[in-house]
C-alpha cells in the first residue's frame, strides 16, 4: 500500500501484559514519529527516528516504552507491563524529510490499546 | 499548558452552512503551522501548511488564514457536507526543531443534514 500502515489495529491487554504494536511507515520516508493520543485530545508526542536513528525519546512517559526501527524503515513500540493509563491510540507517522522545513506527515490509522 | 489553543471544543452546524475553526498558539520561535482533518478511527490527514510569511491557504473548500504577529489562525469550511464531521487539529512546528510539533486538542465538528 502507498501510506503508512500499523498492526494490530485493536489490542486488548491486561494489566502488566507487554505489548508490541508495528508500524509501517511510506517507503523512503526518513523520519517516523510515534504519538499517543488520549480520547477526545490531541496527540502528543512520544518518539521520532531519523532512518534508524532514533533522535528524540524525550515523549516517552516512562522506562516501560521502549521503541526501535533498526533497519530504517519498519518500527515497534514495546510498552512493558502495561498499566491501565497506557490505554490510549497510538499513532504512528512518516515523513520525507524535515517537518520543519515544511515537510507533509503522513499518519497511520493508529492501534487502539485497551488494557484491562 | 498546552502552547496550542483550539475552539470552539465542539460544534454542530448543519450541512451547506460555513463556519471556522480557531488556533491560538505561543510556540515561539515558529516554522510552520498545519490543520489537519482526523475522523474517527483513522490517523489524521493533512488540510494545509503555511509558512511565516504565508497568510491564507487554500484546499477545496478549506480555507486557513495566518497571522504570526497575533499568532492566530483559523480554518474556514464553506458549504459543509456530512463529510466534514470530524475533529479538526491545528498543529505547529517549532522552528529548527525536526520533531517539536506542538498539537492542540483539536475542534470536534459535527455536520447535520
Known amino acids: 500500500g502507498a501510506g503508512v500502515s500499523q498492526s494490530p489495529r485493536y489490542k486488548v491487554a491486561k494489566r502488566g501484559q507487554d505489548v508490541a504494536l508495528r508500524c509501517d511507515p511510506i517507503s523512503g520516508h526518513v523520519s517516523l514519529f510515534w504519538y499517543q493520543q488520549a480520547l477526545g485530545q490531541g496527540p502528543e508526542f512520544l518518539t521520532y527516528?531519523?532512518?534508524?536513528?532514533?533522535?528524540?525519546k524525550s515523549g516517552l512517559p516512562s522506562d516501560r516504552f521502549f521503541a526501535e526501527r533498526p533497519e530504517g524503515s519498519v518500527s515497534t513500540l514495546k510498552i512493558q507491563r502495561t498499566q491501565q493509563e497506557d490505554s490510549a491510540v497510538y499513532l504512528c507517522?512518516?515523513?520525507?524529510?524535515?517537518?520543519?522545513?515544511?515537510?507533509?506527515?503522513?499518519f497511520g490509522p493508529g492501534t487502539r490499546l485497551t488494557v484491562l | 499548558k498546552n502552547q496550542v489553543e483550539q475552539s470552539p471544543q465542539s460544534l454542530i452546524i448543519l450541512e451547506g452552512k460555513n463556519c471556522t475553526l480557531q488556533?491560538?498558539?505561543?510556540?515561539?520561535?515558529?516554522?510552520?503551522l498545519r490543520w489537519y482533518k482526523q475522523d474517527t478511527g483513522r490517523g489524521p490527514v493533512s488540510l494545509t501548511i503555511?509558512?511565516?510569511?504565508?497568510n491564507t491557504k487554500s484546499n477545496g473548500r478549506y480555507t486557513a488564514t495566518l497571522d504570526a504577529d497575533t499568532k492566530q489562525s483559523s480554518l474556514h469550511i464553506t458549504a459543509s457536507q456530512l463529510s466534514d464531521s470530524a475533529s479538526y487539529i491545528c498543529?505547529?512546528?517549532?522552528?529548527?526543531?525536526?520533531?517539536?510539533?506542538?498539537f492542540g486538542a483539536g475542534t470536534r465538528l459535527t455536520v447535520k443534514p
Open positions: 507517522a512518516s515523513s520525507l524529510g524535515r517537518l520543519a522545513g515544511g515537510h507533509e506527515q503522513f
Open positions: 527516528f531519523q532512518n534508524e536513528a532514533q533522535l528524540d
Open positions: 498543529v505547529v512546528s517549532a522552528h529548527y526543531n525536526n520533531n517539536d510539533m506542538r
Open positions: 488556533c491560538n498558539y505561543t510556540v515561539s520561535p515558529f516554522s510552520n
Open positions: 503555511m509558512t511565516f510569511s504565508e
